[in-house]
Each structure stands twice: as structure tokens, then as C-alpha cells.
């Protein structure tokens, strides 16, 4: 079975041996995922689903359908299943065609089972998400305070508005953040991950928080070159004939939110850290723009982040790298 999501329906394309089913639509709701594995199971039969990843709109139909022995389920990175559609030459950007090529996708690809996170760690990382959603709008308030203060001839209003706002903001946050310190806490194997990231100058309580968030949500089998990948970090060549040789970019074809977490901590650490800084000094001396050299940090800095909570270990900086 190939699932579109949406906000209100799941549109489902059905392939059993070498039958093709008409379009099937259910409900995206708990009723509607009922529905939809009673019918997928009907006769005791097995089945293999893949479910593109949209946030809150597949997560709750991923767990149900986990959930039922008979069925095996992959959740589709959306850029890869895009780029898959544009290898089939698909014009068409409808619900039943993007659940034809989700079907097509797990058909032809290697089929890999989702394995979901626990409980706590999905509310760890619902916590921080929301913690990122208010920074970003906390931002936007400042800057609306910045400017008003420029247009004196308003008055007082805005600015006062503002600047109610800005607190109100700063208290969801606060709060938030000790809600998540406090979830952490109830689970020793949480608490001492934390404690490792924290060994990490540059990682303070609010970046463990995130970082341990979206990395624990990570299938447990993964390599560290596989964990830069998730988070969009791994370069990406540009390259054709003898002609384009263009600078690799990274990808950024994974979770944004691991990308933003490890930004200010790897600043950080180039300033405060020396293994890090000696490592960052290295890139600009060999012609790295500031912004490349930081990027590489981050880069390397999730590989040791790997290996400290595979091996249950704290930083060191001569495991970053090595001091002439």
C-alpha cells in the first residue's frame, strides 16, 4: 500500500500480487485508521505500507498501523519520494498520483522498517519543537519592537503591545523548558545522555534538550556518516563532464531542526574549545569561508556526539581533533 496524507484524509493506492485496486480514501483520524487496518489485515493478510513523512499528520497513522503484527511499515523522507516522481516523469501533483508513486517507491526501493521512538522521547521532542516555534516568533516581536521605536509618531500603544507580547513569549518558553528538563529527569537512560551532551562546551541545557530530542528518534543502527545525512549536513558534489565543476553545498535534504540545534553550540565551541577552535583555525587557513568552516564543525561535531552516546562517554578533544 502507497499512503498520501493529508491534514483530513489518507489516500491509499492498493496492490496485491499483480492486481491494481481502484483509489481508496479514509478518514485521518483514529476512526479512520481503524478502518483502514481492519481492511489491510481482512483474511489475515500481511502488508507492507509506506507512509510519507508529514509531521504531525503521518505520526499518529504510522503508530497505528506499527502498531498491528501483520503489518510492516517505512516512513518516506519527502524529498526522496519527490525525487523519485520526477524520475518517473510524473507531471501531476494530485492525492492519488503522490500515493502511486509512494506504492511504486517501496516496490522498487529497499524496503526499510520504521521503527517508532518511546513516549517520552516523542514528547521530548513535541517540547523543543515548540520551543524553536516560539524562539522564531519571539524573534519576530523583537524586531517589530526595533522598528516601532522608529515611529515615535504612533505612540506608546504598539510598543507597550509588544512588549507584553515578548514577555508572555519569554515565560512559554522558560516554562516549557523546565517541562522538558523535568521529562528527562523521570528517565535515568535520558539523563544520562543529556549529561553527556552537556560535557560539550558549547552545549548548554537548552541545545541538549534539542539536540537529544531529534537524534533519539533516530533508528538505533545508523553510523555516524548516516546521522549527518539525516540532518542535511553531508556535501553534495556538483559535477558533470569536464565542464561543471561547481562548490559542494551541503544538502540540507534532512531535519532542519538538528541543523538549527547544533548551529550556536558549534559557534561556540569554535571560540571556547580549543580542539574545535584548532580544527576551525585549520579550515580558514586552507581558504574556508567562516561559514563553511562552522558548517564542518557541525558536521564532525555530530560524529562525536555518535560515538559519546553509543559509548556512553564524555567529549574529548583530542578525539575531535588532534593539537599539533
Given at each position: 500500500l502507497g499512503i498520501?496524507?493529508?491534514?483530513?484524509?489518507?489516500?491509499?493506492?492498493?496492490?496485491?500480487?499483480?492486481?491494481?485496486?481502484?483509489?481508496a480514501t479514509f478518514d485521518n483520524d483514529p476512526a479512520g485508521h481503524h478502518k483502514l487496518v481492519r481492511w489491510a489485515t481482512k483474511g489475515g493478510r500481511r502488508a507492507r505500507i509506506g507512509v510519507e513523512a508529514t509531521g504531525i499528520y503521518s505520526l499518529d497513522l504510522s503508530l497505528a498501523l506499527h502498531r498491528h503484527p501483520q503489518l510492516e511499515v517505512m516512513v518516506i523522507n519527502p524529498r526522496a519520494s519527490r525525487s523519485f516522481a520526477q524520475a518517473m516523469m510524473k507531471r501531476a501533483k494530485t492525492d492519488p498520483v503522490d500515493a502511486e508513486v509512494i506504492l511504486a517507491f517501496i516496490q522498487r526501493m529497499p524496503f526499510v522498517c520504521w521503527q517508532p521512538p518511546s513516549d517520552e522521547i516523542l514528547q521530548l521532542q513535541a517540547i523543543t519543537r515548540?520551543?524553536?516555534?516560539?524562539?522564531?516568533?519571539?524573534?519576530?516581536?523583537?524586531?517589530?519592537?526595533?522598528?516601532?521605536?522608529?515611529?515615535?509618531?504612533?505612540?506608546?500603544?504598539?510598543?507597550?503591545?509588544?512588549?507584553?507580547?515578548?514577555?508572555?513569549?519569554?515565560?512559554?518558553?522558560t516554562h516549557l523548558e523546565e517541562q522538558g528538563r523535568h521529562l528527562i529527569a523521570q528517565v535515568p537512560?535520558?539523563?544520562?545522555?543529556?549529561q553527556r551532551l552537556l560535557s560539550v562546551t558549547g552545549i548548554g541545557?537548552?541545545?541538549?534538550l534539542r539536540?537529544?530530542?531529534?537524534?533519539?528518534?533516530?533508528?538505533?543502527?545508523?553510523?555516524?556518516?548516516?546521522?549527518v545525512a539525516q540532518a542535511g549536513l553531508d556535501p553534495r558534489p556538483r559535477e558533470s563532464?569536464?565542464?561543471?565543476?561547481?562548490?559542494?553545498?551541503?544538502?540540507k535534504a534532512g531535519n532542519k531542526y538538528l541543523r538549527a540545534a547544533l548551529?550556536?553550540?558549534?559557534?561556540?565551541?569554535?571560540?571556547?574549545?580549543?580542539?574545535?577552535?584548532?580544527?576551525?583555525?585549520?579550515?580558514?587557513?586552507?581558504?574556508?569561508?567562516?561559514?563553511?568552516?562552522?558548517?564542518?564543525?557541525?558536521?564532525?561535531?555530530?560524529?562525536?556526539?555518535?560515538?559519546?552516546?553509543?559509548?556512553?562517554?564524555?567529549?574529548?578533544?583530542?578525539?575531535?581533533?588532534?593539537?599539533?
Open positions: 498520501d496524507v493529508s491534514a483530513a484524509s489518507l489516500t491509499v493506492s492498493i496492490q496485491r500480487g499483480k492486481r491494481r485496486y481502484p483509489i515548540r520551543i524553536h516555534q516560539l524562539k522564531v516568533e519571539l524573534n519576530r516581536e523583537e524586531n517589530r519592537l526595533h522598528a516601532d521605536q522608529y515611529r515615535r509618531s504612533l505612540g506608546p500603544i504598539i510598543a507597550q503591545d509588544l512588549a507584553v507580547h515578548i514577555e508572555h513569549i519569554q515565560h512559554r518558553i537512560d535520558l539523563e544520562s545522555k543529556f541545557e537548552t541545545s541538549a539536540i537529544l530530542a531529534e537524534v533519539l528518534v533516530l533508528p538505533d543502527d545508523l553510523q555516524p556518516n548516516q546521522w563532464g569536464t565542464s561543471v565543476h561547481r562548490p559542494r553545498f551541503i544538502s548551529y550556536f553550540p558549534a559557534m561556540v565551541a569554535c571560540r571556547y574549545q580549543e580542539n574545535v577552535e584548532a580544527f576551525y583555525q585549520k579550515l580558514i587557513a586552507a581558504g574556508k569561508k567562516p561559514r563553511q568552516a562552522i558548517v564542518a564543525v557541525m558536521r564532525k561535531l555530530l560524529r562525536c556526539l555518535w560515538a559519546m552516546l553509543k559509548y556512553d562517554r564524555d567529549f574529548e578533544g583530542d578525539k575531535f581533533y588532534v593539537l599539533a
